[in-house]
Structure formats: structure tokens, C-alpha cells
């Protein structure tokens, strides 16, 4: 499903409402077929003053490759780590590999470093962990331990699972957590008692297209890819998004609530709709399993606990079944992938809620385990007295990040810069 056949079903479905692009560069547009070249100048000649998050309307987009320049996909390291070590020459910025942060370690309530565990380097021959290889040395395949001391303080940024996860190993959570488990405390915080992620409800529907391996991965596509970067395998995975706001989820601050991206998967011959609920009231929590800093920690959250967040999810639902029902998406599309529905009774006003508390589930968007106001001050440093912390991810996000959990992280990465720069210049 591409760019311009999603958008006149957007059209098609919502006649009335303004249409506009986004994040449209003509770097982006370099990436995507002649189709979406069309379709932005359509769109440019019908531009609002409206914005992209504006409440209240129901808006499309196509998705922006912004993961992937030159048709290429980066991670956050790459994007970031390395530019940052070609900046410097790789002088001020020393990386750690196969390395695992096991602890903070503390004077009082001062940081002073880190303790970490460090794999043994690879054989070079087989490329495994092996005794024979290190047989005489000091390493041992189950790592070596090392310690590395902070000259000015020590920033966390494991993500919003690792960083609670690492604070609450080094003393700093709640008391009676961590004296279940044994860890001396440091300092009494709420750190994951929050956890903040976006809930989706995945609609699966069969696609016209017989399924193939190669949909898209034909020899001209791969040519022209290996070539341009441009055509189909130089564009994301989800290649269209609409949006829609609530007004029962405080959308006057320019929030959209509801989210439905636009997959398609034709080496399976699927074709996949994602309702997400951004931003939900419902929260989890979580908790350490045990003191061991291998063992994973124990994340609690469930999707269908608050009724208000069933009732926004049910309406994305609605919102993409809307979809699949117009003429230009339904020449494409063909039945569900699954049954209609869940429910046993599906004469029953009820089943779409029915469904949906037994579709939805988190969408690995998780953010605020430590967050501004209740673990870290207005400055990202951590509270209860500890000093020389400062947590730098989007642990430290007050609301979450909704959809934007990259953009997010590199959000408050760099404003944590700007505050460590201000003060230590």
C-alpha cells in the first residue's frame, strides 16, 4: 500500500477536513516512489495553518524516513555515538563493548562511578567465547569486573527499563522494595512506580497481492536501491499515518490521542493497521526480581485497566476498520487476516471493547520510571540528597513520549547537554 492510494482513502473517508504533509523534504522525497512525489504536491497547494498534532480533526501523513537517510536504517548509536566520536576524533568519547553497568557506586550519597562487568574479547578464529582462547589470561568467559570513576558526575542513559533498573540495584527506589530483596538503600525514591507506554491494538487483514518474497524485493528493486537508494526498499516499514485527537484526552494541548499507522507486508500477503492510544491514563509499574544485575526486571502493565483508555483504543479500532471499508484501500485489502471479532457474542453492543482488552498490548514506547517532579529535579539530577547523578533518557520524561520515543530521547539528551555544558563551563 503506497503513499498515494492511502491518502485519497484519508480523502475519500474525510472529505471535509484540510489534508496537509509533513516533515516532507526533498531529501525524504528522494527515497519514495514517483507516487509520493505526486501526492506531496497535491497536498502542498491545500496546506493549513493547522498543525501536524492540531485536536479535534482527523489528519494524514506519510511516514518520514528520518531513521533512514539514504535509504539506509540508523540506530540512535550510529546516528549519534559516531558522529559524535568523528566530531572529536574519537578523543573526549572512549566506548565500551560487550560491557554491562552492574551498579553506581556511591560515596554516601555522592556518585562516584560505575561498576561493570566486561565480556572477553572474541576469538578472532571462531568468534566465540571460548577458554581455550584465554586459557593463561586474566579474562574468564564470564566476564571481567571493572570500575570507572567519575571526574564530574555520572549520567545515566539505559533506557526506561535499564536506568530504573540500574538505580534501584545501587540503593536508590522505594524502601520497602528494596529491603525485600535485600539492597541497602541509598536514597528513598518512587523510581518505577511509573512507567508510562502507548497501547496498541494491531488490526491484521489478508492482502490482495499473493504473498511473495519477493513483493518487493525484485532484482530492478534491488538495482535501484543499490544504485539511488530510492524505491521501495529505501522506505520505512509503516508508510502512512493518521491521526486523530479527543477531546476526553485533553487534546487542547495539541496532543493527538489516537494513532493508526499504515503496514504493509506483502512478502506475507498482509496488510496491517496499528490503532495506538498515545499518551494513556493508565500507567504499569516496575520492580526488581531480584538483586542480580543479569536478571531482568519485572515490568506489570495492563492495556485494558482503565476504561476511558479502552473506550479512545475502540475508537482507533473503528477508526481503521473506517478505513479498509473505502473503495480505493478495499481494491487492495481483502478480508481479515482474523476473525471479524473476539467476542463470543458478537451480537453484543460491547464486543468491539470486548476485542480490544483482549488485542491490546504496550508498544515498547516506555518512558517515566524516573521521572521530573518525583525522582529528578528540573535539571535531570537525582533527588533524595544523592549528588553528581543525573539521568539523561526518557526515563526522566514527566508524560511520556506517545509515538515520538525517538525524537524524545534525543530531546532530552540534548537538553541535558545544554544543563551539563551551562554548569561546567
Known amino acids: 500500500v503506497r503513499g498515494g492510494v492511502t491518502d485519497k482513502v484519508f480523502k475519500d473517508m474525510f472529505p471535509g477536513s484540510q489534508w ?22 497535491e497536498l502542498s497547494q491545500k496546506l493549513s495553518a493547522a498543525s501536524f498534532n492540531a485536536p479535534h480533526t482527523f489528519t494524514s501523513s506519510l511516514a518520514p524516513p528520518h531513521t533512514t537517510p539514504r535509504g539506509l536504517l540508523r540506530s540512535a548509536a550510529q546516528r549519534i555515538m559516531s558522529t559524535a566520536m568523528k566530531q572529536t576524533g574519537g578523543d573526549k568519547l572512549t566506548l565500551a563493548a560487550n560491557a554491562h553497568v552492574t551498579k553506581i557506586l556511591f560515596d554516601g550519597k555522592e ?35 571493572q570500575t570507572v570513576a567519575a571526574r564530574k558526575e555520572v549520567l545515566l542513559s539505559a533506557g526506561a527499563v535499564g536506568t530504573a533498573q540500574l538505580l534501584m540495584l545501587s540503593g536508590v527506589g522505594a524502601a520497602p522494595d528494596l529491603k525485600k530483596i535485600g539492597i541497602p538503600l541509598t536514597a528513598d525514591l518512587p523510581v518505577g512506580k511509573i512507567l508510562r507506554d502507548s497501547f496498541v491494538a494491531p488490526i491484521e487483514f489478508e492482502s490482495r497481492t499473493p504473498p511473495s518474497p519477493f513483493a518487493t524485493n525484485t532484482p530492478f528493486n534491488r538495482l535501484s536501491y543499490l544504485v539511488t537508494r530510492q524505491g521501495p526498499l529505501g522506505v520505512p516499514r509503516a508508510q502512512a499515518i493518521a491521526t486523530k485527537g479527543q477531546e476526553s484526552y ?34 504499569g509499574t516496575l520492580s526488581l526480581s531480584s538483586s542480580d544485575p543479569f536478571d531482568p526486571p519485572l515490568v506489570s502493565m495492563n492495556p485494558s485497566a482503565i476504561d476511558d483508555d479502552v473506550a479512545a483504543l475502540v475508537e482507533g479500532v473503528v477508526m481503521g476498520d473506517s478505513l479498509v471499508k473505502k473503495p480505493s484501500l478495499r481494491a487492495l485489502i481483502g478480508s481479515h487476516a482474523f476473525p471479524d471479532t473476539l467476542c463470543p457474542n458478537p451480537t453484543n453492543g460491547k464486543c468491539r471493547q470486548y476485542d480490544v482488552r483482549h488485542m491490546a498490548s504496550p508498544a515498547q514506547r516506555r518512558a517515566s520510571t524516573a521521572s521530573v517532579g518525583s525522582v529528578v529535579d528540573e ?14 533518557d526518557t526515563a526522566a520524561a514527566a508524560a511520556g513520549c506517545g509515538e515520538e520515543d525517538e525524537w524524545c530521547s534525543e530531546a532530552i539528551a540534548q537538553g541535558a547537554a545544554n544543563l551539563i555544558a551551562s554548569e561546567h563551563d
Not at 496537509?20 to 504536491?41: C, G, I, M, P, R
Not at 535539571?379 to 539523561?392: C, D, M, P, Q, Y
Open 20 to 41: 496537509w504533509a509533513t516533515h516532507l523534504s526533498q531529501a525524504a522525497l528522494k527515497h519514495n516512489s514517483k507516487e509520493y512525489v505526486a501526492v506531496e504536491s
Open 111 to 145: 556518585a562516584v562511578g560505575v561498576s561493570l562487568v566486561r565480556s572477553p574479547p572474541r576469538c578472532a578464529l571462531c568468534r566465540i567465547d571460548c577458554r581455550l582462547c584465554h586459557f593463561g589470561s586474566s579474562a574468564s568467559v564470564t566476564g571481567i569486573t
Open 250 to 283: 485533553g487534546v487542547e494541548d495539541g496532543s493527538p490521542s489516537v494513532h493508526v499507522r499504515l503496514i504493509s507486508d506483502l512478502a506475507n500477503g498482509r496488510v496491517l493497521l496499528e490503532p495506538t492510544l498515545v499518551n494513556p491514563r493508565g500507567h
Open 379 to 392: 535539571r535531570l539530577k537525582v533527588a533524595g540528597g544523592i549528588t553528581r547523578l543525573r539521568v539523561v
